[in-house]
């Protein structure tokens, strides 16, 4: 029986022994694997930061990236916006060019123009100056220059002094006024321009975009008159009046150059009037300044 019970002691004993074995393997196998957590915990965490890593790489190479792209559109938007620029200058001075080109060619041809006009104006100036010179009686002078006043300008006439009226000798140019009207008088008062003249001896001009009171009545209902009234001198004393018009033009010269010819003119006929008077006074010319008037 003791033997027995010594026995199953023995048993028991080796039964705790084998399970304290078992145990302590099995700690150390699990404290072994708990010892390895922490390396792999690691390992992990490495592996966690260098993806971290990678992403911000990626993050920041992303971000670069976009900058760049910024970068190029800017300047290809500026690039874009200078060419345009340089189209748009270079037009410009094509344009500017072109019309420059343009402007002197109408100036050239202007000038050229308006010397012609000066060189056509000098050569009847000195042709009506020659045929004044000619002239012998007071009649031819008068008419003369009425012609060259309706040729200079547009429509002219000769009035003879008579007191505080005028007689009306001569017309070129008007469709309802005779060229040689008889008996046609006019005073002084509604003489309108040729009163002035008449007072003052000094040439009169005019300007008015519609009929004016300051015309001759019979300059009066042609619409707005661009004109000039000039005297005849004779002795220091007016004895006759020289009127010429043209039509109104807005921006015609405040004094056009018709107007000098004219005035030229006009006193190389009063020469020529007191020349001939002085004939008359003398007997060399029996036609006297009253049969002016009278139709030839």
């Not at 202007?110 to 012998?136: F, G, I, P, W």
């Not at 300007?207 to 001759?216: I, K, M, N, Q, V």
Request: aromatic share 2%.
């Amino acid at each position: 029986m003791r033997e027995q019970a010594r026995q199953d002691l023995e048993n028991v004993r080796e039964a705790a022994k084998r399970e304290n074995e078992e145990f302590q393997q099995a700690a150390e196998a699990r404290i072994a694997e708990l010892m390895k957590a922490p390396e792999r915990a690691r390992a992990e965490l490495e592996v966690s930061r260098g993806e971290i890593e990678r992403a911000r790489r990626d993050r920041d190479a992303a971000r670069a990236a976009v900058e760049e792209m910024r970068r190029q559109l800017g300047e290809a938007r500026d690039s874009g916006r200078r060419e345009t620029e340089d189209v748009m200058k270079a037009q410009l001075a094509m344009a500017a060019a072109e019309t420059q080109l343009r402007l002197d060619a109408e100036l050239g041809q202007l000038r050229a123009e308006h010397m012609k006009t000066h060189a056509a104006a000098a050569t009847r100036l000195v042709a009506a100056v020659r045929d004044l010179d000619q002239t012998r009686a007071i009649g031819d002078v008068l008419d003369l220059l009425t012609q060259c006043g309706a040729r200079e300008a547009q429509r002219a006439a000769i009035l003879r002094v008579k007191g505080n009226q005028l007689q009306a000798l001569r017309f070129a140019n008007f469709t309802e006024v005779d060229e040689r009207p008889i008996g046609m008088m006019i005073t002084l008062e509604e003489a309108g321009i040729l009163r002035d003249v008449v007072w003052t001896g000094v040439a009169v001009t005019h300007a008015s975009a519609d009929s004016s009171a300051a015309l001759p009545p019979f300059a009066q209902g042609a619409g707005g008159r661009c004109a000039i009234a000039l005297p005849l001198m004779v002795g220091g004393v007016v004895v006759a009046v020289l009127y010429a018009d043209t039509p109104y033009e807005a921006d015609a010269a405040a004094s056009p150059p018709w107007t000098s010819v004219l005035e030229v003119l006009t006193r190389h006929a009063a020469r020529v009037l007191e020349a001939t008077t002085l004939q008359q006074a003398i007997g060399l010319s029996p036609e006297p300044l009253a049969r002016a008037s009278q139709p030839s």
